[in-house]
Structure formats: C-alpha cells, structure tokens
C-alpha cells in the first residue's frame, strides 16, 4: 500500500482496513454438507486461498520472509531482559555472511512471535539457523493477500463456531473425526473455540479450515490469521510541511507556557471539536507556533463574549456547542478496542471506567489485555489485566527511539534496514537524505505504537491543566481493551473476545479503529449475535485509509456503523474509505494540506513518560507530528480518528438519554438523519471517479456524489444532542 513516510506508519487503520477483492477461482458448493471427516484437497492450481461467503481470497506465500513463534516464557510481561526478537538478531548475525555488512533483520510482532526478511543468498542456512534456537518453538509461513504486500502469519489456529446448544460428545466426535484438538474456547462466546490440526502443519491449515466449511454442525471456520500493520513504508515520500512551527520557537519542557489561561491552551488547535478559531487565525499572517497559540486564545475568547457570526464554513463536529446542551456524556461507557492504551496519562486518569462484574478475574480493573493470548483453558489467565507498555515494551520501544538521536545516518540505515528495503530506495537520494526520513519513520512508528492511548483521547480526554486535550465526550468513562501488540501484530480471535468483553463488561459504546485486511463468516456471525443480544450497544468503526470504493471490515459488517475521514477544508480526506458500506464521515484529519500538522487531529500521546529519555536531553526542536516537546500530545490523521470522534457523539446522545430508552438504530438514525453535507466539497477528480465508478458498476446509480463520498453527510453533535432531548 502506498503510505507517506512520516504520517502512515502510525496509522493503525491505514493498513490494516484495505478490503480484499474477492476472486471466485471455484465453485464452492456449501448446499450439501457430509458429516464425513473433512479431507485436505489441493489448492486448484496449487492457489492458496481461505473462504469468505463461499468464495475463494487468493493469498500468496511470501518467499524471502519467515515467521517464527517463540517458546513461553513466564512472566514475559515484567521481564527486563533482552527481547527475543533481538536475541534471535543477534544469533542469525554470527558467522551469517550476509552482503554489504547489513545485519538480519527481525521485526516483532508482539512478544511472542517475530518475522524474518531471508537473504537473496544462504537463506535455508538461515531457516536452520532459526530452527536450531532452543527459544524457538517453530517457523510459520509468511502470506500476503494476492493483490497488496501485507504481512499474513499462519499459525496452525482454526477459529470453529459450532451449532448452538450442540453437545459436548456430538462436539468431540467432529473434532476426532477431522483430527483436530482443542486449543480453547473464545470467552464470551459461546460455542466458538480455537482448535488445531494434529495431522497438518504450515500452508495446508488454510486447506482444513476451507473443508471445515463443509462439514455438518460447523457454522462456520476461518485461520486464526496473525496480521502486521505496521510493516511496509515508502521511505521516497515527504510529507508536506505547512507552517513552520519551530521558526521563532525552540521548544523545551515547558514550551507554550504563555497566553491566556483562561481555557486550555491546546484547545484552539483540535478544530474537530470547533474549527472556526484556527479558521480564522490562519487568514491572518502567522509566523511560528507562539504567534498560533496567541490567536487562539484570542479567538476563544471573542467567541465566549461576543459570539461573532461565522463566516468561514464549519468543517467540525459543533462539539463546544454540544457540550452547552449536554452532560458531556457523564454516565457512559466507552470500551476502546486498541493498542496501548496508557491510561495513566493525565488527561485519562481520571475517566476510566472501573469493572465491578461479578466474574471479573483478579487484578481486573480498568479493562483487559488481549494481545498477548495463551494456551490456557484458564479464562483469567488469556492475557492481563494492564493494558499499559509492559517494562519488556518499554525497553523495545526505548532503545528504537532512542537510536533514533544517537546513530549515524550508516548506522541507522544498517540497523534498521534489510538489503530489499535498501534496493528499492531512490538511488538519488543521499545517505543523509535516507537517514533524515528513516528517522522521521522510527519516531512515527514508536508514537504510533500509542494508537489506544490516541484515540483514547479523542473520546474523553479530560485536561488537569491549562495545558491539555479535550475528548469530545469529556465526561464519559474509557474501557481499555487492549488487542494489538507490538508493531501491530494482532489476531483475528483476539478481537472477537475483546469485543465481547466489552459488551459483557457493560459498554454502551464500543470504539474499532482497526480494521482486516481479509474478512471471515465467523467474524461476521460474531458481530451479528453480539449486537442482537445488545441491541442498545453502539459498535462504530473506521471505513479504513485505503482510498477504496467501499469501506474495510468489521465497519462492513451489518450493524457497525462505518465512519469515514474530512479534513479542515472540508474535502473527503485522501486516504479514507468510501462508496458501499459507509456511514457517516467527521474530522480525521490530513497532514498533507497546505497546513501541514495543523491539519492533524490533536489528541493525547505516549512518549511522553521519563522512561523514554533516560540518558538523553529533551530535543529542542519538533523532532515528529508531537505537539510538545515529548509528546504528551500528538497530530495524528486517519480514519481511526474519525471514528472515536464519533463514537464521543454517540457518548454526548446516550449522556442524554439516561433511562437507555433508545436502541441502537435510533440513536445512528438520529446521528444520520442531523448529518449534513453543508460544509463538504466534492472535487473535480472525484466527481470524474464517481462516473467512472458509476460506469463500471461498481456503485450504484442512485447513489449521488455526496452519499458516495459522505455516507449521510458530517456529523453534527450539538444537533443530534438536541434531538435525543426532544
């Protein structure tokens, strides 16, 4: 996928919700179901493929990667020691003889699996190599979707939904009859376990997950595919700048320490929340970052005195105006289904949602952490109860970071670059050149890692200070939900447990700012059942940052309400989803405007704890998209910020609606119905590839421009407020 170097590495939703085109390479005749064991044909053609709605989605093997899942280690989340992933780096560097000098490159994909990019030369060498590891349990395929270069690892993991009320001896004899075995069940979902085969290893699961469609008692089964977001950057690419918000201003620790106190500081800049202030102080000649701040401030409180009438358009959400009409969201719960979410960040501590079940398992406090699933028949003990960076997280990200200020351009380049990333590099570009955007790179991708704790922010973020992020629901309660590791790895069943953890917990809104590359009946079957058994639950999600004419998955699925991405002018944002499936759209933001950072969506970060600079002084200049000098906060841009704007609207609507008297239809009628277009512009280009799409029958023809690009239009939440008080 095409990604701007500075910008999309931190965008989980980016990669991970481009929609596969499904393919029929085969009838597949699902009428006629045998109770016989599943056999394990070959792929026609030797094509490698899993099912979705009875159609083949071509995948291809990826030959110069390897993925290797480590062995247990207790206590890995507390431990300080060397990574694994590192420590393999290290053993395959000995005696590997590879050219150039480049050392292997191993990228990690949470803490207990990793990916190997193979050498041109000595690669089954390489493949011994890593099999002889005594903290090596074994090697996995590397598949990508047949049309992109996405990051696809295949464990020998089958999710299988069985019939309802299906017994256990009628359970165990499917299971035997197709030599599978129980790994374990999905908590809080009944009758959907994750099994494995006893016969078959490597590419030939995707073959017994496709049979197990077939066989009689099965609803429905799909790999427990592990996938990466995080993985493939145009390092070519620059952003563009906008203002030059270090000229005049070397940033310290205690940078914006200045202007009126009156209100926060940060406001002025979160334009989703009311974008007339910096409308208005970018009409006039602004020179540094200080000068911005003074005009905002300036704005904020004209428009608390006087109400000056509005002259340039409202690309926001009215959010300010809203929270003169509601309670702010107070009594709601919002469950973030994310990555980190480090919760004890200022602007969120003070609006976590505290678990009281019954059944809640010991340490369970504010939320639950799925990225790190085990083998366990233990319920309590599939993950952990913190969904913060673990001290082993810390000490990953710390050192890449810190790699980042202390190596030479060579250095960096060698250490974090393989020869096949090298190779496909403009050779006009300089070594410096090269070193400059793979720093801007690293720098993304540590801050990105933060995604929870971003998005976080935008639903209810709190300040407790002069300095500080609003959420658009600032009085509502956050439900951390943890389901990424490190590098964006992430499991398919993984999210299915911790969406039904969240219903079960008591979320009345559930925020997805993620997404699947490749979609599965068994997700779709999930979706549908906890939403009919909740049909109070609001599930909102991102359209994805593919650029594509229909949005990604789970926002595809019936029920999740799919949100896509404006920016600040009002224009669809470049890289969001449209076209079949979508919803609503609202600010998530575009750096690559004329405007630059200010065009990003300004919300809560993480590198701003002191571990992070242990050994290094602050940087007195804008050294990412941080809005401090550490990055307590961040501009970010991306469908996966449009959604939890959103999902703060639904917050404000339900804050209003105490007694829960409206059900989830009602409350996204309502969310459509006060929509608008009013504000938003269809471009030429788009209109060009609306009669193209229109041509091709890809959309329909009764879909205008604007129900392509817009769904029902831009939120407003100051109406839909209104209207659930009506």
Known sequence: MNRQLAVSSILLASTMLAVTSIFP???????????????????????????????????????????????????????GANPLYLQL?????????????????????????????????????????????????????????????????????????????????????????????????????????????????????????????????????????????????????????????????????????????????????????????????????????????????????????????????????????????????????????????????????????????????????????????????????????????????????????????????????????????????????????????LRTMLRSQVGGEFHGTLVSGVIAAKPQTSEGMWGVAPNAKILPVRVFGLNGSIQNGAVLEAVAYSANRGADVINLSLGKMIPTDVEDMTYKQILQQNPKLVIVASSGNSNYPRVGFPSGYEGVLSVGATNLFGDRAPYSNYGMGLGVVAPGGDLSTSVGLLGGIATTGGTWMESFWQGLAYPNFRWSEVVDARGKYWWMQGTSFSSPAVAGVVALMKGEDGDRRLNRQQIINILKSTASYDSLRVSQKEKEKYRSLVNEGLISSGMTEQQVFFGSGLINADAAVRAVKK
């Open 25 to 79: 390479l085969t009838a597949i005749n699902r009428q006629f179901k045998s109770t016989a064991a599943a056999q394990t044909p070959e792929s026609q053609n030797n094509q490698l493929f899993y099912l979705y709605q009875g159609k083949p989605v071509p995948l291809t093997q990826q030959k110069d990667a390897i993925a290797v899942e480590f062995k247990p280690v207790s206590n890995a989340r507390n431990r």
């Open 89 to 437: 780096e290290q053993d395959l560097a000995k005696g590997a003889g590879t050219r150039g000098g480049s050392q292997i490159q191993v990228k990690p994909l949470g803490g207990n699996y990793a990916v190997v990019a193979l050498p041109a030369v000595n690669a089954d060498a390489i493949r011994q190599k890593i099999k002889n590891q005594s903290y090596v349990k074994t090697s996995l395929p590397v598949l990508s979707r047949a049309s992109s270069q996405d990051t696809i690892i295949l464990p020998n993991e089958i999710i299988v939904s069985f019939q309802p009320n299906m017994g256990e001896k009628e359970r165990a004899s499917i299971l035997k009859q197709n030599n599978l075995e129980i790994i374990r069940p999905l908590r809080f979902l009944p009758n959907i376990y994750i099994v494995k085969s006893t016969t078959v290893t490597d590419t030939a699961v995707l073959n017994v997950a496709n049979q197990l469609n077939q066989v009689k008692g099965i609803t429905s089964a799909a790999p427990n595919f592990l996938q990466s977001v995080a993985d493939s950057v145009d390092i070519t690419q620059q952003k563009s700048q906008g203002l030059n918000l270090d000229s005049g201003e070397k940033q310290s620790a205690n940078a914006t320490q200045r202007g009126n106190k009156s209100s926060s500081t940060y406001l002025g800049l979160q334009w989703h929340l009311n974008s007339a202030p910096l409308q208005t102080c970018l009409q006039q000649k602004i020179n540094n970052f200080a000068e911005l701040q003074s005009c905002l401030q300036e704005q904020s409180v004209k428009e608390k005195q006087t109400k000056p009438p509005v002259t340039l358009p409202r690309t926001d959400l009215r959010v300010t105006e809203a929270w003169q009409n509601s309670n702010g969201g107070k009594g709601v719960v919002v469950a973030v289904v994310d990555s980190l979410i480090q919760w004890n960040h200022p602007d969120l501590q003070n609006n976590l949602y505290k678990v009281s079940a019954a059944d809640k398992c010991p340490g369970e406090e504010y939320g639950w952490d799925f990225s790190e699933p085990s083998n366990s028949k233990n319920p309590c003990e599939i993950g952990d109860a913190d969904t913060k960076m673990s001290p082993l997280e810390m000490n990953i990200l710390r050192k890449k970071l810190q790699d980042t200020f202390k190596l030479s351009d060579g250095e960096l380049i060698k250490r974090y670059l393989s020869p096949q990333q090298i190779a496909k590099i403009n050779p006009q570009l300089s070594q410096k050149q090269i070193g400059d955007r």
